[in-house]
């Protein structure tokens, strides 16, 4: 039986799909203003294994994430400038091709780090219409007030505010840091339509006149138009309990009087040095940075499984070389036991399957999961069924062991750089020239492989 903790009701629960064997799920994604960091990635690889292991237990999934490329602003709750468009400013680009760019390089890093992907993808800006519709029922339903140059959501009006992090006003109130907006009627307020100024960049016209969304209506009204009023499970980060899904949850009581999702999960932080990543400390890397140290994407992967996603973890480069080694010793073992041809007894490999099924249905308990791994590795028999198990965990793990052969260790130095002008024009898409490179190896009598990590050969 699968357990899952549950931020709502602050329980680890067993989890139970609203219909059978389909999971409905919406993950809140990422704000494409600038490269995605490491810290970011936590959560779309706690977003993966969370994916495998509902598919692994025999649920199909219908599974949506966001992108928000309009704007939102620095801070969740109304303040500050807004993201996009003062990269657009400082990058001197149009807010909308920022968002097309860094919506693609986020893409390409998920599909680096061979996560799963959700099966729809929704841009905010292609949804524009869709929150329209849904704002105005809830002002319909009496949920809001205007004030000259903004929709905002009225708190006030809800039987409870504050049901996931389980605050009040008063003590919202108490922690605010900045002096309480006077158009605001109640602090927990935040705006669900807003009026463009004349020269604000990203802007439609809707039925208020020239508009843009709040930040929060994007994801009520998305997974509302794919997944229905309820679905089974939300998902994000902790820093999205108290504003961003309290906000979601009220728009969604206002909408249609129902709390949207069943189960609410949130994956911790990663922290580094101890502390916060942040431009300023010079500590924040993008996953550019790690492979510019040798750091390959599976050795990020391999690195969050010493962590359960709801424990904070702490990123340092010899936890890197450490997470390198374990994948090596992972990946060098499968390969001895597929080499192998000893016969292994049905009741070792059922214990084995049980143990790791136990783990991964333990609210995702990867470093026990990975102990199950490291125990099949290290039995010295060597077989084809322990590599076929392998193979079968590894569709929680994501580290493509299937795809993964023993690098030729002689390779020369000029069959090497070959392969790296190679790998290189196949980053820049530069296809015939990753050709005529292919032609060249494999006339020199290799069998040339494109795999998540490059080119990979054999003779
Ligand atoms: P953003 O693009 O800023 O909305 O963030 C995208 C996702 O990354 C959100 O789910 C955040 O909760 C998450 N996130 C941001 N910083 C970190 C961090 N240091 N560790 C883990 N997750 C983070
Ligand atoms: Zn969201």
Known sequence: MLKLYNTLTRKIEEFESIEPKQVK?????????????????????????????????GYTLKHVMNITDVGHLVSDSDEGEDKMLK????????????????????????????????????????????????????????????TEKTIYFDTSKLDKYGVLSNRNVEEQKAGARVEF???????????????????????????????????????????????????????????????????????????????????????????????????????????????????EPPVYRMFQFTSSYRNKINFTWEAMESAKVALNRLREGYLRHKEGTETIEKEMIQKYEEKFLNAINDDLNMPVAMSVVWEVLKNPQKSKELKDLLLKFDA??????????????????????????????????????????????????????DTKEGTILSK
Request: glycine letters at 6%.
């Open 87 to 146: 990269a657009a400013r400082i990058e001197k680009k149009d807010p909308f091709e920022i968002a097309e760019f860094y919506m693609n390089a986020f893409l390409q890093d998920i599909d680096k780090l061979n996560i799963d992907k959700p099966e729809i993808i929704a841009r905010a800006t292609e949804h524009i219409d869709v929150m329209e519709k849904y704002v105005q029922q809830i002002i319909e339903n009496g949920f809001t007030y205007e």
């Open 181 to 295: 907006d006077s158009e605001k009627k109640n602090i927990s307020d935040f705006a669900v339509w807003i009026k463009a100024p004349e020269n604000h960049l990203m802007k439609w016209d809707t039925f208020w006149g020239k508009c843009y969304p709040g930040w929060h209506l994007e994801c009520s009204a998305m997974s509302y138009q794919y997944l229905g009023e309820q679905f089974d499970i939300h998902t994000g980060g902790i820093d999205h309990i108290p504003i961003h899904h309290e906000n979601e949850i009220a728009q969604s009581k206002g909408f249609c009087g129902k709390i949207p999702a069943h189960v609410w999960m949130h994956v911790d932080f990663l922290t580094i040095d101890g502390g916060k990543m942040s431009k300023s400390l010079n500590n924040l890397y993008t996953l550019q940075d790690l492979a510019d140290r040798g750091y």
């Open 396 to 449: 929680v793990l994501g580290f493509d062991l299937a795809h993964y052969e023993k690098q030729e260790e002689s390779l020369s130095d000029e069959i090497l750089e070959l392969v790296k002008q190679r790998d290189e024009a196949r980053q820049t898409k530069n296809w015939a020239e990753s050709d005529r490179i292919r032609d060249i190896l494999i006339k020199k009598g290799y069998l040339v492989k």
């Open 25 to 57: 799920m919406y993950s809140c994604g990422p704000t494409v203003y600038n490269y995605a960091h490491i810290g970011n990635l936590r959560a779309y690889l706690f977003m993966d294994t969370l994916r495998r292991v509902l598919k692994y237990n």
